[in-house]
């Protein structure tokens, strides 16, 4: 199946580091999520984009969607020990897509934060 | 906020058998269900999409006769793998999509072990 280009694929970082991440589809999608995997969960969502520029924070998180449709990033500022887990990006198909209404999840970055 | 509840968690079956894994929106009514499958340290991909009352629309690679979705109601879809192999062994997500305010929705996940 389809699925976006997300890097980096792992960080290791220090408590208090920010934190980037981004993801970019050859398809134009009219939604991006961000969620936040745990180990024998499923994933819970952080951010929701809906419109092409439109930058959201959630706390100290921070997302963006790109003008072009096609790429969105996800900044995490002074990150703690309980932001460890997998991240992963999520676009939804555009309308008259072969995806269209579905989510396509990116390859996940592993985050590990170092106390 | 929205909760999807996925039964079982886990469960472990002899090779040629069969199991069924239930999807319920529990204070939402779900258009349509999606089903992933993720295998370790993998992203979450797409098996199929299912709209209530109709035949589910399986992506590319997926055997639709293994892997039969049921959506009887707005608020139940099962996932039936049927005469299940090793190579099953997987976590199975469902996810609930709600026209209103929700989107989507993930369940918790089901952890199929075959032996």
């Known amino acids: 199946g389809q699925q976006l280009n997300q890097s980096p694929q792992s960080m290791f970082i220090q408590e208090g580091e920010d934190v980037s991440m981004n993801c970019t589809s050859s398809?134009?999608?009219?939604?991006w999520l961000w969620y936040k995997q745990d180990p024998g969960e499923g994933p819970v969502l952080l951010i929701a984009l809906y419109k092409a520029g439109e930058l959201t924070s959630n706390g100290r998180l921070t997302a963006q969607f790109g003008i072009t449709r096609k790429d969105s990033f996800l900044n995490i500022s002074a990150s703690i020990p309980s932001d460890v887990g997998i991240y992963f990006c999520a676009g939804r198909g555009s309308k008259g897509s072969s995806n269209t209404g579905k989510l396509i999840f990116g390859q996940g970055t592993t985050l590990q934060v170092k106390p | 906020g929205a909760v999807v509840s996925q039964h079982p968690s886990w469960v472990i079956c002899k090779s040629g058998t069969s199991v069924k894994i239930e999807c319920r929106s529990l204070d939402f009514q779900a258009t349509t269900m999606f089903w992933y499958r993720q295998f370790p340290k993998q992203s979450l991909m797409l098996m199929a999409t299912?709209?209530?009352?109709?035949?589910?629309?399986?992506e590319q690679g997926v055997e639709k006769d293994k892997f039969l979705i049921n959506h009887a109601s707005l608020t139940l879809s099962t996932l039936t793998v049927t005469s299940a192999h090793p190579e099953d062994s997987s976590f199975y997500i469902c996810?609930?999509?709600?026209?209103?305010?929700?989107?989507?929705?993930f369940g918790s996940g089901t952890r199929l072990t075959v032996v």
């Open positions: 398809s134009i999608f009219n939604t």
């Open positions: 299912s709209n209530e009352g109709s035949k589910a629309t399986y």
């Open positions: 996810s609930a999509w709600d026209r209103g305010p929700y989107g989507y929705t």
